[in-house]
T-cell receptor, first 114, second 112 residues
Framework: NAGVTQTPKFRVLKTGQSMTLLCAQDMNHEYMYWYRQDPGMGLRLIHYSVGEGTTAKGEVPDGYNVSRLKKQNFLLGLESAAPSQTSVYFC?????????????FGEGSRLTVL | GNSVTQMEGPVTLSEEAFLTINCTYTATGYPSLFWYVQYPGEGLQLLLK?????DKGSNKGFEATYRKETTSFHLEKGSVQVSDSAVYFC???????????FGGGTRLMVKP
């Protein structure tokens, strides 16, 4: 089982460039999430989705956009990258229906903005 | 809003030592509580969970008890191994189950 797959795993951007991170899950999960991980700050939620065609803002949504056109995919976009967006990004998914379900994480995507 | 506070690391222990990593939370209602572990170069994976007050979650020798009176969910292990070296995250899920809120993480280093 592939689980949660993120692409690309590494990327270097210049300030002002745009890019899209792709997350794909093969577990038929309803919920999907994008987090960023920064030293000393744990994981912070950027955006999430509770089903195909839906998205919602998390704790730190500014500078990011997301789309969930297909149930298995959740895209994170940076329209104009800034050095403050240098981080490790994690996608996660879980089944819907309760607050007890396990989150399954991808291996992370390391983004550096120069 | 919801929040999770963990003790800052790193925590450095010798093999077979006793481990405690403190976690306290602020939340309305009755959240579910989790411990996730992140090994070097990997994503997070669930270690254990507890869904109601006084529940004890356990896995791989780790335990944590959901204490509503002290709003705590401390992680413990009686005898750590070098292979337990990782970053540990405490987290809570809101009542609706839509979002997980994570603590800042605690790095554990176990020396032989």
């Amino acid at each position: 089982n592939a689980g949660v797959t993120q692409t690309p795993k590494f990327r270097v951007l210049k300030t002002g460039q745009s890019m899209t991170l792709l997350c794909a899950q093969d577990m038929n999960h309803e919920y999907m999430y994008w987090y960023r991980q920064d030293p000393g700050m744990g994981l912070r939620l950027i955006h999430y989705s509770v089903g195909e065609g839906t998205t919602a803002k998390g704790e730190v949504p500014d500078g990011y956009n997301v789309s969930r056109l297909k149930k298995q995919n959740f895209l994170l976009g940076l329209e104009s990258a800034a050095p403050s967006q240098t981080s490790v990004y994690f996608c996660a998914s879980r089944r819907g229906g309760s607050n007890t379900g396990e989150l399954f994480f991808g291996e992370g995507s390391r983004l550096t903005v120069l | 809003g919801n929040s999770v506070t963990q003790m800052e690391g790193p925590v450095t222990l010798s093999e077979e030592a006793f481990l405690t990593i403190n976690c306290t939370y602020t939340a309305t209602g009755y959240p579910s509580l989790f411990w996730y572990v992140q090994y070097p170069g990997e994503g997070l994976q669930l270690l254990l969970k507890a869904t109601k007050a006084d529940d004890k979650g356990s896995n791989k020798g780790f335990e944590a008890t959901y204490r509503k009176e002290t709003t705590s969910f401390h992680l413990e292990k009686g005898s750590v191994q070098v292979s337990d070296s990782a970053v540990y995250f405490c987290a809570l899920s809101d009542n609706a189950g839509n979002m997980l809120t994570f603590g800042g993480g605690t790095r554990l280093m176990v020396k032989p």
